[in-house]
C-alpha cells in the first residue's frame, strides 16, 4: 500500500526555471493538499483541492500553481522559481474534509540556487 | 487571520520528565484540533484528534491532549517522556466546515536519555 508518493523526493533549480511535483495518492481520498515546510515557520497550506477538477488557494499561493486533473494526482508547478520557494513541499490527501485527518507524503525538498 | 499558535519552539527534557506544549488558535467558531509528530527524517503522522464530545483525549505512545474551549487551547501532554520521544510536534486546527487545516509553528522536543 503506497499511500501518498510524491516526485521527485530531491530537486535543485536555477532561479527563474520551471518545474512540476507530483503527488500521487492510491487511498481514493477526494481532498488533496500542498504544504511548505521551512524551519520555524511550520507547514504553510499553498493549495488545496476538494475534488477532482477543482483546486483552492491557501495561506501562500503566490508562484505556484496547481492541477487536479484526475482524482489520484495532484500537481504543484513552479513557473519561474525563486530562491525563496526554497524549501521541503509535503503533499498530503484526506478521505474527506469533514474529517481533517490528513496522510502525508515523504515530502520534497527543493532547492534554488 | 485564522492562526495556530505554539508557544514553545524548542524543549529539551531529560528522560521521564513531563511533557507539556501550547497550542492556541484563534478561530471563534466549531474547529476540529490535531496534534501531528515527525519524527527526525520522517513524515507527519496524526498523534492524536478532537472533534467533540470528552475534551480530554488520548493518542498514541502516551500522549494526551486537553481541549479548553474557553481559553481557545488545546496543550498536548505526556507524563514521562522517552528519548525515542524526539521529535518536531505541530499542532493544527480546521475551522468549521473548510477543507483547510492550518498548522502552527511547531515545537521541537529533544529528549536526552
Known amino acids: 500500500n503506497a499511500g501518498v508518493t510524491q516526485t521527485p523526493k530531491f530537486r535543485v533549480l536555477k532561479t527563474g526555471q520551471s518545474m512540476t511535483l507530483l503527488c500521487a495518492q492510491d487511498?481514493?481520498?477526494?481532498?488533496m493538499y500542498w504544504y511548505r515546510q521551512d524551519p520555524g515557520m511550520g507547514l504553510r497550506l499553498i493549495h488545496y483541492?476538494?475534488?477532482?477538477?477543482?483546486?483552492a488557494k491557501g495561506e501562500v499561493p503566490d508562484g505556484y500553481n496547481v492541477s487536479r486533473l484526475k482524482k489520484q494526482n495532484f500537481l504543484l508547478g513552479l513557473e519561474s522559481a525563486a530562491p525563496s520557494q526554497t524549501s521541503v513541499y509535503f503533499c498530503?490527501?484526506?478521505?474527506?474534509?469533514?474529517?481533517?485527518?490528513?496522510?502525508f507524503g515523504e515530502g520534497s525538498r527543493l532547492t534554488v540556487l | 487571520a485564522q492562526s495556530v499558535s505554539q508557544h514553545n519552539h524548542h524543549v529539551i527534557l531529560s528522560e521521564a520528565a513531563s511533557l507539556e506544549l501550547g497550542c492556541n488558535y484563534s478561530y471563534g467558531g466549531t474547529v476540529n484540533l490535531f496534534w501531528y509528530v515527525q519524527y527526525p527524517g520522517q513524515h507527519l503522522q496524526l498523534l492524536l484528534k478532537y472533534f467533540s464530545g470528552d475534551p480530554l483525549v488520548k493518542g498514541i505512545k502516551g500522549f494526551e491532549a486537553e481541549f479548553i474551549k474557553s481559553k481557545f487551547s488545546f496543550n498536548l501532554r505526556k507524563p514521562s517522556v522517552q528519548w525515542s520521544d524526539t521529535a518536531e510536534y505541530f499542532c493544527a486546527v480546521k475551522p468549521g466546515n473548510t477543507g483547510k487545516l492550518i498548522f502552527g509553528q511547531g515545537t521541537t522536543l529533544q529528549v536526552k536519555p
Open positions: 483541492s476538494v475534488g477532482e477538477g477543482t483546486t
Open positions: 487511498m481514493n481520498h477526494e481532498y
Open positions: 498530503a490527501s484526506s478521505p474527506t474534509g469533514s474529517t481533517g485527518e490528513l496522510f
